[in-house]
């Protein structure tokens, strides 16, 4: 066996004690302080709004723009990567654009951000966990603090010191296709869950070598958009706001987050990238948020038809980095954006004051970070990328999030020593299914899509015993003789735009698979894989063991290790489970309540 128990223990150990020593920060918030002043003084007009800016990878002209514009900020979005994608190949074309930044006048670093959302997810070689849903299912803080440990040492093995994550949705509706990105329907767990996410990426000081910069996503309800419709409308009066979607910034901010993407949604028809009450009075004044308030991909272009305006009232409104994915020969691109800020400040439509105010925070935040001490990549970091300590702590969270709905004459666990088992269904043998969305590509896709990683297929071959016959058949055609046959059916991967449905019925094939499998006579354990709770119907009547096995990542060993009794169910429902259409939104009865879960 790969990794035995011996290293699961080994990497419990090396990982676990981290943060009881929680030394005195590095720097006082009053050096901070003066260093910001003194650097803020130096500073032009242009330096300024350079900082304020943040261009995509892709959409970057020249790497010269970096100097010329002193750009502040750089990021890599879902399909952005060099075209070596190993963290090698990012580490170095990270350190290159770190360098061009240290060219500029004021040698102000980089700071560049990524989707890191389960795992460092962009890599050919980084350990991928599972999506936030499936966290949810452990119920763990101290789980996704790991989690997000392990995951912020890989982003930093790239150079990399800023993650777009977590996620602190509370998705209210499962026919949205980011609902894998929340942790649950319920606001108490995605804040407490939201909170050990950024004490794991951050640290106890931001300038360790192995932290990463936290940002909690997206301000505010972007889970609560009427009938789950992505950058939608959330309709509701303020009580509902703040009492449904507003704890988990307050948690994430008491835990340290210095960063928030503020979302592409509205609320009453009004967009969130416009909104001054809630960015500047509730989220900086009233919750006391002191880091960078960013924006996301475009969305401030959806405010209004004419970009000028936009810069105008987003700013106006609070953002204080622009994420710009827009170069020279399309519209709203990074330099049309510093020309017409530039503009509007000297008109004095954007305060001097508001500009000040947004450089101030993201120097603060660079300072804090260490980043003018080490702005380039920690090439032992780099090494340690997709170990197997790193793979340990994800099968660890893939295990627990298995959650157990039903186990008819105690199937569950079968015996590594059973004489014959069939396994069914593509997507057993499918890293890019079990992985899902925001996997190397934005919207992930099916298939061996990257190099390291283990499918559920081989995990159980891994795992049973010397004699064990296992067959496998995509169709269900070989399971003649079996004594038991595994199922694994579920969602083909998405992300956001292209993943909301209104219909979220198992599809016909899977069902008509788990037929073919129940023909056998032999009894049938299904593995669902999926970003949210899908229609069942006949297929769980059909199956004697049923698991929502969401979508776990890399490691699938772990759900190997639940199928054989090598660790109990321990997962629960983070959201309730509809029997029908007519049960979706939150709220509504359900099939099987939050908090559900079945064990051995
Ligand atoms: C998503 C964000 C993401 C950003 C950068 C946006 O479309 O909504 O979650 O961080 O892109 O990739
Ligand atoms: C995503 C990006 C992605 C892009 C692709 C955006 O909405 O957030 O990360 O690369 O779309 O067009």
Redesign the pocket.
Known sequence: MKYGIMPLLLALAVLGPGRATMAAPKQSEAQIQRRVEALLSTMSLDEKIGQMTQVDMNALRDKDDIRKFGLGSM?S??NSAPADNSATGWARAYDEYQSWALKARLKIPLLYGI?AVHGDNHLDDAVIFPHNIGLGATHSPELVEEAARVTAAEVKGTGIGWT?AP?VAVARDERWGRTYESFGEDTGLVSRLGAAAVRGFQGSDLSDTASVLACA??FLADGGTTDGIDQGNAQCDEAALRKIFLPPYAATIKAGVESI?VS?SSWNGVKMSSNKRLLTDVLKGELGFKGILVS??AAIDQISPDFTNDVDVSINAGLDMI?IPNGPGHDNNYVQFIAILKQLASDGKVPLSRIDDAVRRILRVKFMMGLFEHPFTDPALTAEVGSSEHRAAARLCVRASMVLLKNRNHLLPLSKNVRHVAIVGQAADDLGVQCGGWTVDWQGKPGRIRQNGTTILQAIRQSVAAGTQVTFSADASDVAGADAVLAVVGEMPYA?MKGDRTDLNLSEQDRALIHRAKSSGAPVAAILLSGRPLILGSALEESDAFIAAWLPGTEGEGVADVLFGEARPTGKLPRHWPASMEQVPVGNSSLFPTGFGLSY
């Open positions: 990021l979005g879902g989707d777009f996620c996503k997206h993407m592409y996301d991909w994420m956001e």
